[in-house]
Nanobody
Framework: QVQLVESGGGLVQAGGSLRLSCAASGRTFSRYPTGWFRQTPGKEREHVAAITSSGGGTNYADSVKGRFTISRDNAKNTVYLQMNSLRPEDKAVYYC????????????????WGQGTQVTVSS
């Protein structure tokens, strides 16, 4: 069992930066591919970024490529999402999710989810 807790959300002006953290419980977190997803009211939750268990592989949604960076520190059981050049359309609740074995965009294949952290970008 893995429990995930997101933090780092908040209000930022367009063009600014935030770093989200996803802290995980459990000694085996380093084995879990992990992803970030986001959701705005009235829209489906969408993939943002994902990282392999070792951190050696990543993928990104086209909308965030070149602006967001996913990384992890397995010694700290934490995955990060560095968000730069934020835009008003990045406003959403951001969720961290971990999978037993899947690395990719399909959220139905992630077994563990955090409660989310709100990111608001003002124009």
């Amino acid at each position: 069992q893995v429990q995930l807790v997101e933090s780092g959300g908040g209000l930022v002006q367009a063009g600014g930066s935030l770093r989200l953290s996803c802290a995980a419980s459990g000694r085996t977190f380093s084995r879990y591919p992990t992803g970030w997803f986001r959701q705005t009211p009235g829209k489906e939750r969408e993939h943002v970024a994902a990282i392999t268990s070792s951190g050696g592989g990543t993928n990104y949604a086209d909308s965030v490529k070149g602006r967001f960076t996913i990384s992890r520190d397995n010694a700290k059981n934490t995955v990060y999402l560095q968000m730069n050049s934020l835009r008003p359309e990045d406003k959403a609740v951001y969720y961290c999710a971990a999978s037993l074995s899947y690395f990719g965009r399909r959220q139905d294949l992630y077994e563990y989810w955090g409660q989310g952290t709100q990111v608001t970008v003002s124009s």
